[in-house]
């Protein structure tokens, strides 16, 4: 690796054009910290157009902030923002745990001044930092990545890669795997566009991208569950209270990854044009919650518990038995993992045809325990099946926060 701690990746490409200017920016930005930084950027940027005033740079809200410290990274229990961009890149051969720990502080400091509406440290444009919109950026290891870098003692008890569910996997590689990822949401899809563009300066010395995935939600009242693209309400049942997450989503113990979790991602296509093709009561029936209200068929309700007991004048359960949210469940108690996914659409697709679905996020404390069993319930007989296929498919583990001063995954180097 040509970089010493603390070096920025050399410009290269048309980047040079500007070579003079951004070494200003860059250094006057290192000199100082915050606020500042972003603002003597901004006169730096301005000097070359003689009497035009810069604008003030916007305030930072704070409603529009999302703390980057703590014992978990963010992104996770923050209340999903409406757009995201999942960024999964593959470690240069050289990168060495020196390297890697070089990049995570990196990241880690620009993470950290993005999310508080500051620029990044080679930002030449710092007025697009100035209001986050809740931006959070949660970066995730592959169970590759620990072996390349010579840290194969500290990957995660049990984390590997997931086995196949052969019934509906159409797995694409364009799509799935990867050393690193970055999770990059907030609400505002140009400060993702612009934050990915920041921290993929960061990461070009390290490591080659490997696929970007960009999702969306409805930007609905705060508190409200959202709609996916089939029109269902999509999230109902989740870990809500500190103590679901504490129980269902953080790793506990005592090694250095306490406090983070594990991502399953998976991009699972809709059948959209077949979908249409069913009336209202079987789409349904494939959930087992109205669409109307996301109640349960048994309830009235969104949040009314369902009744998996109950039959219908026909004798069945009123919630069938091949229904989504009858096997999701199984035998265990609700909320069994975080769902947090991004509805998709990169249509048309390479065929023609269109290509929409879900970015498929859930995350917990055991993958083995608690994704696994309930994908392969899924699996086996899920009414949802015939109008959703997996094409995408990778795992990540999270590390846990960081306090200031500090940087991300720190303690798997000590
Ligand atoms: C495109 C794919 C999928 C769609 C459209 C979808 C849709 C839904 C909907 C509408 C609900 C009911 C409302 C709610 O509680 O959120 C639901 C519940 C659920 N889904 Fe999915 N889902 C998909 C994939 C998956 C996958 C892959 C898994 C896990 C392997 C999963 C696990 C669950 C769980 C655990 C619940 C809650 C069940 C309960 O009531 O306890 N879903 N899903």
Same mark, same amino acid.
């Given at each position: !690796? *040509?970089?010493?701690?603390g070096?920025?990746?050399? #410009?290269?490409?048309?980047?040079?054009?500007?070579?003079?200017?951004?070494?200003?920016?860059?250094?006057?930005?290192?000199?100082?910290?915050?606020?500042?930084?972003?603002?003597?950027?901004?006169?730096?940027?301005?000097?070359?157009?003689?009497?035009?005033?810069?604008?003030?740079?916007?305030?930072?809200?704070?409603?529009?902030?999302?703390?980057?410290?703590?014992?978990?990274?963010?992104?996770?229990?923050?209340? #999903?923002q409406? #757009?995201?961009?999942?960024?999964?890149?593959d470690? @240069?051969?050289?990168?060495?745990?020196?390297?890697?720990?070089?990049?995570?502080?990196? +990241?880690?400091?620009?993470?950290?001044?993005m999310?508080?509406?500051?620029?990044?440290l080679?930002?030449?444009?710092?007025?697009?930092?100035?209001?986050?919109? /809740?931006?959070?950026?949660?970066? &995730?290891?592959?169970?590759?990545?620990?072996?390349?870098?010579?840290?194969?003692?500290?990957?995660?008890?049990?984390?590997?890669?997931?086995?196949?569910?052969?019934?509906?996997?159409?797995?694409?590689?364009?799509?799935?795997?990867?050393?690193?990822?970055?999770?990059?949401?907030?609400?505002?899809?140009?400060v993702?566009?612009?934050?990915?563009? !920041?921290?993929?300066?960061?990461?070009?010395?390290?490591?080659?991208?490997?696929?970007?995935?960009?999702g969306? %939600?409805?930007?609905?009242?705060?508190?409200?569950?959202?709609?996916?693209?089939?029109?269902?309400?999509?999230?109902?049942?989740?870990?809500?209270?500190?103590?679901?997450?504490?129980?269902?989503?953080?790793?506990?113990?005592?090694?250095?990854?306490?406090?983070?979790?594990?991502?399953?991602?998976?991009r699972? $296509? !809709?059948?959209?044009?077949?979908?249409?093709? %069913?009336?209202?009561?079987?789409?349904?029936?494939?959930?087992?919650r109205?669409?109307?209200?996301?109640a349960?068929?048994? &309830?009235?309700?969104?949040h009314?518990?369902?009744? +998996?007991? *109950?039959?219908?004048a026909?004798?069945? @359960?009123?919630?069938?038995?091949f229904? @989504?949210?009858?096997?999701?469940?199984?035998?265990?108690?609700?909320?069994? +993992?975080? $769902? $947090?996914?991004?509805?998709?659409?990169?249509?048309?697709?390479?065929?023609?045809?269109?290509?929409?679905?879900?970015l498929?996020?859930?995350?917990?404390?055991?993958?083995?325990?608690?994704?696994v069993? !309930?994908?392969? /319930? +899924?699996?086996? &007989?899920?009414l949802?099946?015939?109008w959703?296929?997996?094409?995408?498919?990778?795992?990540?583990?999270?590390?846990?926060?960081?306090?200031?001063g500090?940087?991300? *995954?720190?303690g798997?180097?000590?």
């Amino acid at each position: !690796m *040509a970089e010493r701690p603390g070096e920025r990746p050399a #410009a290269s490409g048309p980047a040079r054009v500007y070579s003079r200017r951004r070494l200003l920016v860059t250094s006057a930005a290192a000199a100082l910290s915050g606020a500042a930084a972003a603002a003597v950027g901004v006169g730096i940027a301005d000097a070359g157009s003689p009497g035009a005033a810069a604008p003030a740079a916007p305030e930072t809200r704070e409603e529009d902030t999302v703390p980057f410290y703590g014992l978990h990274q963010a992104g996770v229990q923050s209340p #999903a923002q409406s #757009a995201a961009a999942f960024c999964a890149f593959d470690l @240069h051969a050289d990168v060495d745990a020196a390297a890697l720990r070089r990049l995570l502080r990196l +990241l880690s400091d620009d993470i950290a001044r993005m999310s508080a509406g500051r620029a990044a440290l080679a930002d030449t444009a710092p007025e697009l930092a100035a209001a986050p919109a /809740r931006l959070t950026v949660t970066v &995730g290891f592959g169970p590759s990545l620990f072996d390349k870098v010579g840290l194969a003692a500290a990957r995660p008890a049990g984390f590997a890669d997931l086995p196949a569910f052969p019934t509906i996997d159409r797995l694409d590689p364009t799509y799935g795997g990867g050393d690193l990822l970055l999770q990059i949401c907030a609400d505002d899809a140009l400060v993702v566009a612009h934050a990915q563009r !920041m921290l993929f300066k960061d990461t070009r010395a390290f490591a080659t991208a490997r696929w970007t995935q960009r999702g969306f %939600l409805p930007q609905g009242p705060a508190g409200q569950t959202g709609r996916n693209l089939m029109g269902q309400v999509d999230g109902t049942v989740n870990p809500r209270t500190d103590a679901d997450f504490d129980r269902v989503v953080w790793s506990t113990g005592t090694g250095w990854f306490t406090g983070g979790t594990f991502l399953v991602f998976r991009r699972i $296509r !809709m059948e959209l044009d077949t979908w249409d093709e %069913l009336d209202r009561s079987a789409m349904e029936a494939t959930i087992g919650r109205r669409l109307s209200t996301g109640a349960p068929l048994t &309830g009235t309700a969104e949040h009314d518990e369902p009744d +998996l007991d *109950a039959v219908d004048a026909t004798g069945l @359960h009123a919630i069938a038995d091949f229904a @989504h949210l009858r096997l999701a469940r199984g035998d265990g108690p609700a909320a069994q +993992l975080l $769902r $947090r996914p991004y509805s998709y659409d990169d249509s048309p697709g390479a065929d023609g045809a269109s290509d929409v679905g879900q970015l498929f996020c859930a995350y917990q404390a055991d993958i083995g325990a608690q994704f696994v069993p !309930m994908q392969q /319930r +899924l699996a086996a &007989g899920d009414l949802l099946n015939q109008w959703i296929t997996p094409v995408g498919s990778a795992v990540f583990a999270i590390p846990p926060g960081c306090a200031p001063g500090g940087f991300l *995954a720190e303690g798997m180097f000590s």
